[in-house]
């Protein structure tokens, strides 16, 4: 998501943060490279006009050019038009009205329609505990009723029966009939699509919004249609009035050019976007935490959010209390691993933690990446349960047999068992006696330099609300956290900062991230 252009924009701005004192021409030249990169990432000409216009009026002021870090102060102007275009503050689905609230999708066809919106009725009945109604009202594409009827099935949410040969005017009335009647707190009417804007369709819209009066009327739109996209919001809202947008498959979408436009164009919020295939894979848009992650900065907030959703809370405490002990063995770390997987892999967290854009490439060069995971999980698996427990057992002939049963050969077996020792090694660090051990130690630092001090450690992620998260992501970046550049700490600053690849390392680690073998040291 944003990758090409998050790329363009952090080595512009690197070469502005460098540099003592700026000129206007500098900043000129800055603001023509910026200009380029968003037109590159097909974000619309007017909305690239009036975004640079913005910044260099803030940036040549005064005020910056004699500023103490005038380059940081540029990022800073940078970051904050970023947000104002893509809409302030994030905006959700609305449910303040009278039960059944009715949301409607719009959009063509292949946008998405129909997932998308099994997606946010699955996000509202485990979210917000919504008792939830889906409807189709596609009666002209094949088997479209049937596929939002098994979407339904799988979430254990409840679809309005087919009933054949009815109109879409006539479902939709239905619906939300049967919503009353059924004591649903939310409706969604799934409409028909076409492979192009036309007449019938609009028409075809309007009657069934005048039928059901929808509280929210949602487009849908694949971001990968870019300005298209942004052509499409425009016609649907002057024939038939929307709310709000979702945009569908961010996560191919490089350029985010859709995204960065609609806004500014339409005046619609982006209220969610989906970042994959699986019924999860639905976000809330947070122009902040956006601006934030194409800037590299990081997105802390939704890292942790999305560790709150995927961990299990009881595996950790029994994790912790192990640990506690200096325990760890090669059952823990298939854990450590799949929990990894759920959070979206190596790709998904590096790109939420400050200033760990720019690692990306180094580590697929070191052959770091996501399949890494499933062939260390399929070696434990290959195992026995006296040999996950008990490592020192394998020597060559099981090793032979395991490296048969999980496809792979003995090296990438004595890889793995080379890291789950250093991990081991780590925990007894971590879980020794003397004030606690020093995972609390340093874990208790760490809160004290984000203003958590006597708290011991981190916060229980899975009880902080959004608004104390948001309060966590500004602390950190006054510690110097979320700064372009200021990196993780521990990690030595960044670029350059990951164990093994340049710069510090974690004690214990020999060169390895946790968790993450496979980096070669440097020589």
């Known amino acids: 998501m944003f990758e090409n252009l998050q790329d363009r924009l952090g080595s512009i701005l690197n070469g502005l943060t460098g540099r003592g004192a700026l000129s206007e021409a500098d900043v000129s030249a800055a603001l023509r490279e910026v200009r380029r990169a968003l037109l590159e990432a097909d974000v619309a000409l007017d909305v690239v006009r009036s ?31 970023l947000i104002e275009m893509l809409g302030g503050e994030g905006v959700g689905i609305d449910l303040h009205a009278p039960a059944p609230v009715v949301v409607m999708m719009v959009g063509l066809q292949g946008s998405g329609k129909t997932t998308t919106t099994a997606k946010i009725a699955n996000r509202l009945s485990t979210r917000e ?40 005017t006539d479902i939709a009335a239905r619906a939300v009939q049967a919503a009353r009647l059924g004591g649903h707190d939310v409706v969604i009417l799934d409409t028909a699509g076409r492979t192009h804007i036309d007449e019938p369709l609009m028409v075809e819209m309007a009657d069934i919004k005048k039928k059901s009066n929808p509280h929210e009327i949602l487009l849908v739109a694949d971001s990968l249609t870019g300005q298209d996209a942004v052509n499409l919001a425009r016609n649907f809202d002057e024939r038939v009035g929307i709310t709000g947008l979702v945009l569908t498959r961010m996560d191919g979408d490089g350029r985010g050019g859709a995204a960065l436009s609609m806004r500014a164009v339409t005046g619609k919020p982006i209220k969610l976007i989906g970042v994959g295939e699986k019924m999860s ?63 979206g892999g190596m790709g998904g967290i590096m790109g939420m933690m400050p200033g760990m854009a720019g690692m990306k490439d180094k580590m697929a060069a070191a052959g770091l990446d996501d399949k890494l995971f499933g062939r260390q999980i399929a070696i434990i698996q290959s195992m026995t349960k006296a040999e996950r427990a008990n490592p020192d057992l ?54 004290g330099k984000m203003g958590l001090g006597g708290m011991g450690g981190m916060p229980d992620l899975s009880n902080i609300d959004p608004k104390q998260l948001e309060a966590l992501q500004k602390q950190a970046e006054a510690a110097g956290l979320g700064k372009p550049g200021g990196g993780m700490p521990g990690l030595g600053g960044l670029p350059g900062g990951l164990p093994g690849l340049g710069g510090a390392k974690l004690p214990g680690l020999g060169g390895g991230f946790p968790g993450l073998p496979g980096l070669p040291k440097k020589k």
Do not use: C, Y
């Open 51 to 81: 975004f640079t216009d913005r910044v260099r009026e803030k940036a040549v002021g005064a005020e910056i050019l004699k500023s103490i870090k005038p380059g940081q102060m540029v990022v800073k102007i940078v970051h904050d038009e």
């Open 394 to 447: 394998l020597k060559h002939s099981r090793k032979k047999r395991i490296a048969a049963g999980s496809g792979t050969d003995a090296a990438a077996i004595n890889k793995l068992l080379k890291m789950h020792r250093q991990m081991a090694d780590m925990m007894k660090m971590m879980g020794g006696k003397g004030k606690g051990g020093m995972m609390k130690q340093m874990m208790g630092g760490l809160a």
């Open 129 to 168: 505990k919504k008792k939830v109604l889906m409807a189709s009202l596609d009666t002209r594409r094949p088997a479209a009723q049937e596929q939002l009827r098994q979407l339904g099935a799988q979430a254990s949410i409840d679809t309005l029966p087919i009933i054949a040969g009815q109109s879409p």
């Open 281 to 343: 894979e639905l976000e809330e848009f947070h122009p902040r935490r956006i601006a934030d992650r194409i800037l590299g900065m990081g997105d802390i907030v939704s890292l942790v959010e999305r560790a709150a959703e995927n961990i299990d809370a009881e595996k950790a405490a029994a994790m912790a209390a192990k640990m506690a002990k200096g325990k760890f063995d090669l059952n823990d770390l298939a854990d450590q691993l799949r929990q990894m997987q759920k959070m």
